[in-house]
């Protein structure tokens, strides 16, 4: 694989490293700015967040061309019963792509939305935590070109465990399309993310994943590694979490994107 050198292994000693840190640490009390920024790694805790992520890959295609993503992906908890909780995370992508071919142009539109909904029951304290539910597509793209053009829907599910610092588990999901324009590709589509975060006391955080998919449409993977870090503070009173990081893609073909870089932030709101 073309120039892989660093980007995983030096993500994961890291994070390893901190693990010495970690031997001191207590447990984060509730309430506190470290809480806030634990349960900022786990994707179904009950906390309402509203990350603006923007993503940029460059030199696509014959044109190098560049692509800008930002998705707006906030994070709702909704409350069912003493033991059960629904969380609904929706992602909306922003799309900015310049010319990756000749006389293909530059493109911004409105991308497909996938929302995810989440049912998990509550667990205690360095306990598993898990949530399962049902996937959506839903074919908002503005621009033919930046989008499927297809309805789709399928299971998701995320298994987790925090202790001392750290978070880690994995969220997957599967779509399959039942609806849509009947000249575009059908969508059977396998997302999942191994993830690996730790949080230091100050709210430091650093986190390594892969946001792979598996099109068994096309009997492709496409598996992108990405290493952030970020920090929590306040402005005028408001809880933010800002991180940036760098994105490599393993399985990248001559003419896709291979390197690229993250900028994360994300509005804090506790119950």
């Known amino acids: 694989m ?21 031997g001191a640490q207590t447990a984060p009390q509730a309430g506190s700015n470290a809480e806030l920024a634990t349960k900022l790694s786990n994707p179904i805790a009950s906390l309402i967040s509203v990350p603006f992520q923007f993503n940029y890959d460059c030199c696509i295609g ?17 409350t069912l019963s003493e033991d059960m909780s629904l969380i609904v995370r929706t992602i909306t992508p922003f799309i900015e792509q310049g010319e990756t071919v000749p006389g293909a142009g530059s493109h911004f539109s409105l991308g497909d939305i996938t929302q995810s909904f989440f049912f998990t029951p509550q667990a205690g304290p360095g306990e598993w935590m898990w949530g399962a539910g049902p996937v959506f ?37 599967h779509i399959w399309s039942y609806s849509g324009e009947r ?11 191994p993830f690996l975060a730790f949080t230091w006391p100050d709210t430091t955080n650093i986190t390594v994943n ?21 920090h929590l503070f306040h402005l005028a009173g408001q809880p933010i979490n800002l991180s940036g990081g760098v994105r490599y893609t393993a399985t990248a073909r001559e003419g896709e994107a291979q390197w690229g870089g993250r900028l994360a932030i994300t509005l804090l709101f506790p119950a």
């Open 2 to 22: 073309r120039g892989m050198p660093v980007i995983l292994p030096w993500g994961l000693a890291v994070l390893m490293a901190a693990a010495s840190a970690a």
């Open 62 to 78: 014959p044109r190098g061309g560049a692509r800008t993503v930002m998705n707006l992906q906030p994070v709702i908890p909704v």
């Open 137 to 173: 597509l839903w074919p908002t793209a503005s621009d033919p070109d930046l989008g499927s053009r297809k309805w789709g829907a399928g299971p998701t599910a995320v298994l987790l465990k925090q202790e001392a610092g750290w978070t880690y588990g994995i969220l997957a999901n």
């Open 183 to 193: 000249e575009r590709s059908n969508i059977n589509s396998t997302f999942f993310q």
């Open 210 to 230: 892969t946001e792979s998919t598996y099109d068994w449409q096309g009997q492709r993977l496409t598996m992108p590694f990405n290493l952030t870090m970020g």
